[in-house]
């Protein structure tokens, strides 16, 4: 699929510098960058998920061992 984009003159110069020094074209430069952002966004979307439920568990452990103490 295309995806077409505007980007400021200097970084199109940074990506087509760094494309140029390790073979690839500007497309694909430019794919591999946006393929590992969005993994790397699912991954921390992820874990902040999984610590918000972990969070959640913790805190009501906590209660139910009030509940207990306190009886």
């Known amino acids: 699929m295309k995806l077409q ?4 003159d200097d970084i199109v110069k940074k990506i087509d510098e760094y ?3 390790i073979g690839i074209s500007r497309s694909a ?6 393929g590992n952002a ?5 991954k921390a ?3 902040l ?4 439920i972990d ?5 009501e452990d906590e209660r139910l061992n ?6």
Do not use: F, Q, R, Y
């Open 5 to 8: 984009i505007n980007i400021n």
């Open 19 to 21: 494309a140029k020094s």
């Open 29 to 34: 430069c430019c794919a591999m960058w946006i």
């Open 38 to 42: 969005v993994l790397s966004i699912e």
């Open 45 to 47: 979307t992820e874990s």
């Open 49 to 52: 998920k999984n610590m918000g």
């Open 55 to 59: 969070v959640s568990n913790a805190l």
């Open 66 to 71: 009030n509940d207990v103490k306190s009886k």
